[in-house]
């Protein structure tokens, strides 16, 4: 940790000011919360089951490494910003997500697009990657004791240039996408066979309609078709969780997106896979909190993409927002962290990219520990009682009892930067590695 002299003390005496400093801050906080029946020794305990799979796409611009021009388009993706650093190489990309691991509590997932395989320099279409292009990933979780989640990139191709994939009327163009997927299923199963934890691929089309379509129903039909092929090659669960994930719009499908919410619950409840609710994917006024206990009574698992939109699916860096803090609440009050899959899913090049990657990680985690933090029981007994002025008070008190404390101890009991001391951290990566990247 890089921290400057101060008052002629030494760095070893200042690195033990602020570890005292914490340990006495937290033990204040935990006084506090005992007061009010929480243990916070649990909630930190409970905070290692909360594994955040960070998406490999935020350090690079979604380019991935198909080939050395490859541009992002489709679905309305769009990164905004050029800031310096861009990672160019799959080893660039490494090199950023081990210092951004190394920075923070915990352990996290690693997940993969499709576009992002060690292809040597060789051109390799979509329907023909194999695992053998993903086995340098799968070599680096390893060695990093990991897991590996995936996702079938469907865009970003000539033959997703209509807007139309996996329901696409061309039967040339949707007998690819769906080899793809099927081929990403096969990859994604090795990936949870060799690391021995299931990799979740999801399923996320672009398909839509820019101005008001006439034949909804022939798209929706055969998207289905599609995922219904797809899903006949049969996995064990132990190595591979299929997830379908839905979009309310994008730029050029205003109008109409084949994949909606209804469909995909749809799908998800007959066919029993999990449904990805991404919080960007909504209308700005729809609570993605508010549908999880709902989804829970149909659906096994859920898996979420925390991301943060403004006005639109913007992608912006997850903050500790209410938005997502209503989400982490809502997981912790149904008890369901075991049935829930963490993901972000962000991409600004407005900013240094890997200090957004912390950041980014830091909230997602700081919404569940507040989460963690409630005196669960005390409110429900409010409400069920009938005391709904103690419930509002008791959880407008919660906004000002010291959590930040409890993370800051979080992150020194895993021997990572407290509080604004990653900082500095991102400045020397940004000084000494980022900034030499041309």
């Known amino acids: 940790m890089d921290i400057c002299l101060l008052d002629g003390r030494d760095k070893k005496q200042i690195v033990m000011t602020k570890e005292n400093t914490t340990v006495q801050a937290y033990q204040l906080a935990k006084e506090q919360y005992e007061k009010i029946g929480v243990d916070t020794d649990l909630a930190i305990r409970e905070m290692e089951k909360v594994r955040i799979s960070m998406h490999c796409w935020q350090t690079d611009d979604v380019g991935g490494f198909e080939t050395p021009d490859a541009a992002l388009g489709g679905g309305g993706i769009q990164v905004t910003g050029n800031y310096p650093g861009k990672a160019r190489t799959i080893d ?66 000539p033959y997703a240039d209509d807007g139309f994939t996996l329901s696409s009327k061309n039967e ?50 055969l998207l289905k078709e599609s995922l219904d ?32 919410h209804d469909f995909y619950l749809g799908y998800a409840i007959r066919n029993n896979k999990l449904l990805c609710l991404d919080n960007g994917h909504y209308h700005p006024t729809e609570q993605v909190g508010d549908k999880i206990s709902s989804v829970l009574q149909f659906v096994d698992q859920v898996l979420l993409h925390l991301t943060r939109g403004v006005r639109w699916d913007s992608d912006h860096v997850v903050v500790f927002n209410d938005e997502v803090q209503l989400i982490a609440q809502e997981i912790i009050r149904c008890k369901a962290l075991d049935r829930v899959k963490i993901g972000l899913d962000f991409f600004d090049a407005s900013l240094n990219r890997v200090g957004a990657y912390v950041a980014g990680v830091r909230a997602a985690q ?57 900082i500095p951290e991102i400045q020397a990566y940004e000084k000494e590695v980022l900034s030499k990247r041309k």
């Open 92 to 157: 660039e990309l490494k090199q950023d997500i081990n210092k951004v691991m190394s920075l923070l509590p915990g352990k996290q997932r690693l997940n993969l697009h499709a576009i992002y395989g060690d292809f040597g320099g060789v051109r390799v279409d979509r329907d023909e990657i194999e695992v053998k292009h993903f086995q340098t990933w799968i070599d680096w979780a390893k060695s990093h004791k990991t897991g590996l989640d995936f996702n079938p990139t469907c865009f970003s191709h």
């Open 172 to 221: 040339k163009h949707r007998k690819f996408w769906i080899d793809h997927v099927r081929q990403t299923r096969k990859i994604g199963a090795e990936m949870g066979k060799q690391l021995g934890s299931p990799t979740v691929n999801n399923i996320w089309v672009p398909d839509g309609s820019k101005d008001t379509p006439v034949d909804r129903n022939t798209h929706r039909r």
């Open 229 to 260: 092929e797809i899903f006949r090659d049969k996995y064990p669960e132990e190595h591979l969780l299929d997830s379908v994930e839905s979009k309310l719009f994008g730029i050029g499908s205003e109008s109409m997106v084949v994949g909606s």
């Open 366 to 422: 700081l919404a569940f520990l507040f989460a963690l933090l409630e005196p669960a029981e005390t409110l429900k007994k409010y409400e069920e009682s009938d005391n709904i002025f103690e419930r509002l008070a008791m959880l407008e008190i919660l906004k000002t009892k010291p959590f930040g404390a409890v993370y800051d101890y979080y992150c020194l009991q895993h021997n990572v930067p407290v509080a604004e001391a990653y």
